[in-house]
């Protein structure tokens, strides 16, 4: 049972890590430093989108609208690091 909380860590790990990743690259693209009519940017721009849309969509229909300010991802990061207390603070009632 240890072995399954480790994978439940390290995919909330990935998580993290692919959301940090969308946040740094939309502020890089509104800040016109990236440019989405490069393939490459835009390949990896709309795989991200594609992977945490099913995340960000329902918390959108949530969260109140808030003009350009999308704090969808923000709730997404305390989720996920709610979600890895719990985990790591019951990890002690599986060993």
Do not use: C, K
């Amino acid at each position: 049972m240890l072995s399954l909380i480790q994978i439940l860590l390290l995919i909330l790990d990935i998580v993290w890590f692919i959301i940090l990743a969308h946040v740094i690259m939309s502020w890089l693209i509104n800040f016109q430093v990236l440019n989405l009519h490069q393939q490459l940017v835009a390949q990896i721009w709309y795989g991200l989108n594609r992977i945490l849309e099913p995340i960000y969509g329902p918390i959108r229909r949530v969260l109140p609208n808030m003009g350009g300010l999308d704090l969808t991802p923000l709730v997404v990061l305390i989720g996920v690091y709610a979600l890895r207390i719990v985990l790591i603070n019951n990890m002690v009632n599986f060993v």
